[in-house]
């Protein structure tokens, strides 16, 4: 199982992102996945996540900001991050794999990618 995250960039406050995560060998039809993010010096934080049957949940310090989705034909994931804030800075990462229900328990998910760098600053 492989997932490969992109779309982190650097944006002023206010602006937009859309990450993206593609995952091979898994089919998310059928599991659970989930963004996490991390910024230096603070714990791995879980943004939202997704079941197989697109229950969605979010971390309430990203609820109306970001959106969560996935394309079960392509095996994509997506987060769509609007109105960012300097504290959404950070290394953002897709997870899958375990879980079926949403979670955003680190523990629950076995496969991680290799996470995207997301900077929010004027």
């Known amino acids: 199982v492989q997932l490969q995250a992109s779309g982190g960039g650097s944006v002023q406050p206010g602006g937009s992102l859309r990450l993206a995560c593609e995952v091979s060998?898994?089919?998310?039809?059928?599991?659970?996945i989930a963004w996490y993010r991390q910024a230096p010096g603070k714990e791995r934080e879980g943004v939202a996540c997704?079941?197989?049957?697109?229950?969605?949940d979010y971390a309430d310090s990203v609820k109306g900001r970001f959106a969560i989705s996935k394309d079960n034909a392509k095996n994509t994931l997506n987060l769509q991050m609007n109105n960012l804030k300097p504290e959404d800075a950070a290394v953002y990462y897709c997870?899958?794999?375990?879980?079926?229900?949403?979670?955003?328990?680190?523990?629950?998910?076995?496969?991680w990618g290799q996470g995207t760098q997301v900077t929010v600053s004027s």
């Open positions: 997870a899958t794999g375990g879980a079926t229900s949403p979670t955003r328990v680190p523990g629950e998910y076995k496969y």
């Open positions: 060998g898994l089919s998310l039809r059928y599991y659970a």
């Open positions: 997704i079941s197989g049957a697109k229950t969605t």
